[in-house]
């Protein structure tokens, strides 16, 4: 008698996860690799000294948001969108940019075309035994005109309730990208209105031993950071070292794992300090947390949120703030994946009228979720729908929180949501 093997079925979104991951690395590598390339904004940028072949001019150019855009930036968003493209060709796509910056200025759009030739043949190997895709060549334009195709592919992408898209922000956190601090490489794949795939790059992450908050200006000097990832479904969120090219990218590790080990090993005293590292305070990893645990992550410095609001949050709660500040939008959902249990962030729109941009968020939301790390909703308590298009015009702000909490932040929002509307109200009498 013949006994027939069966095989174990496949991973849902297994092959959609393996091409994402390479193409981020890919970009990754494209991305840090500009910062020897292009001229310095900050001298003493920890990775300035990387090696280089050759000097590329400053392609920056100003958006009507006020952030610095580089040839990178179009170069990362042509190799992740050809990369995703060229595999899964009936995807569409939503990204920061289109070209038409790049078709009037004729020589940024050679820079940037340079750029991405260069990096159309880097050598990406997977060290998992189960990656069939290892070998898989991630496509690349291979002309001026088809490079900026693909880039449009992302700029003028709509999104959508129903289908396939993937939603990218090449280089999140311009500002810092430029300075050589944190930054991320973002890609996300969404079904039918809701994230199914998530892949961040965070080139310049690195880890304090021990334990201790994300820093922006503590970057791995040597790598390219860490790969994180995670599908939608209880598959649990992934991390691994990226190296440079021709490297290998090493087995996927489960980031509650590493999570567990940050916490066994670093121990706070009673200032705060842990292993050197400051402005931690106490996050409890077990049990239920309290508003008085909270530790909340923000960026005082983006326009894109309120931070006068969330500090009132924050006294509210009888906390310091801001507990950790980065710029970058993904590096802060990072900061909330390796935090303690208490790590907390509220965007609280500076407009009702104003929707945070998909690119923003996608990914990095299913990463943390999916890490067993907590809930994510918008300030009126409602899932995040990914299916209105290139805003979330369907929410109002972010509360990301652990599950045992959230609902009491959630009401700490609305009352200081309430007091607001309350004086304005009194205030437009008065007048």
Same mark, same amino acid.
């Given at each position: ?69 580089? *040839?990178?930036?179009? *170069? ?76 449009? &592919?992302?700029?003028?992408?709509? !999104? ?12 999140? !956190? ?86 567990? !080990? ?20 106490? &996050? ?7 508003? !008085? ?23 509210? *709660? ?36 104003? *929707? ?17 790390? =907590? ?18 015009? =369907? ?37």
């Amino acid at each position: 008698m013949t006994v027939k093997t069966i095989s174990p079925p496949a991973k849902a979104y297994a092959r959609e996860r393996r091409i994402a991951e390479r193409a981020v690395h890919r970009a990754s590598i494209l991305t840090k690799r500009a910062i020897s390339l292009t001229p310095s904004y900050w001298a003493s940028s920890p990775i300035a000294s990387q090696p280089s072949s050759r000097k590329l001019s400053n392609g920056e150019i100003s958006k009507s948001d006020a952030s610095p855009v580089t *040839a990178a930036d179009f *170069a990362a968003q042509a190799l992740l969108i050809s990369a995703i493209h060229g595999a899964f060709p009936a995807d569409s796509f939503i990204g920061e940019e289109d070209a038409d910056s790049l078709r009037r200025d004729p020589l940024l759009a050679i820079q940037v075309f340079d750029f991405v030739q260069q990096y159309s043949t880097v050598q990406l190997v997977s060290d998992d035994d189960d990656d069939d895709d290892k070998d898989e060549p991630l496509y690349t334009p291979t002309t001026i005109e088809e490079m900026f195709h693909i880039i449009d &592919l992302g700029g003028r992408g709509t !999104g959508g309730r129903t289908g396939r898209f993937w939603a990218l922000d090449p280089i999140d !956190g311009t500002a810092t990208f430029v300075k050589g601090q944190q930054y991320a490489v973002s890609l996300a794949l969404i079904e039918d209105g809701r994230e199914v795939v998530g892949v961040l790059g965070c080139p310049n992450l690195k880890l304090p031993e021990g334990g201790g908050e994300i820093e922006e200006t503590s970057v791995d000097d040597e790598g390219v950071g860490l790969l994180l990832s995670a599908v939608r479904g209880g598959q649990g969120s992934t991390y691994r070292p990226m190296g440079w090219e021709g490297s290998k990218l090493r087995p996927a590790r489960k980031i509650e794992d590493l999570r567990r !080990g940050l916490s066994a090993a670093s121990t706070l005293t009673q200032d705060g300090h842990s292993n050197g590292y400051v402005r931690k305070t106490t &996050l409890k990893d077990s049990g239920v947390v309290e508003l !008085g645990d909270l530790h909340f992550i923000d960026s005082t410095v983006s326009t894109a949120t309120c931070s006068k609001k969330v500090r009132q949050l924050a006294d509210a *709660a009888g906390v310091a703030y801001p507990g950790t500040e980065l710029y970058s939008s993904h590096m802060r959902y990072v900061a909330l994946i390796f935090g303690g249990r208490g790590a907390v962030q509220v965007r609280v729109p500076n407009s009702r009228h104003s *929707a945070n941009c998909i690119w923003d968020h996608a990914g990095a939301q299913l990463i943390y979720t999916e890490s067993g790390r =907590g809930k994510v909703t918008d300030l009126n308590g409602k899932p995040v729908d990914f299916g209105t298009g290139r805003k979330l015009s =369907g929410n109002y702000g972010i509360i990301t929180a652990d599950e045992s909490v959230h609902g009491k932040v959630l009401e700490l929002v609305r009352d200081m949501l309430d007091d607001s509307s309350s004086s304005s109200s009194s205030s437009t009498t008065s007048s």
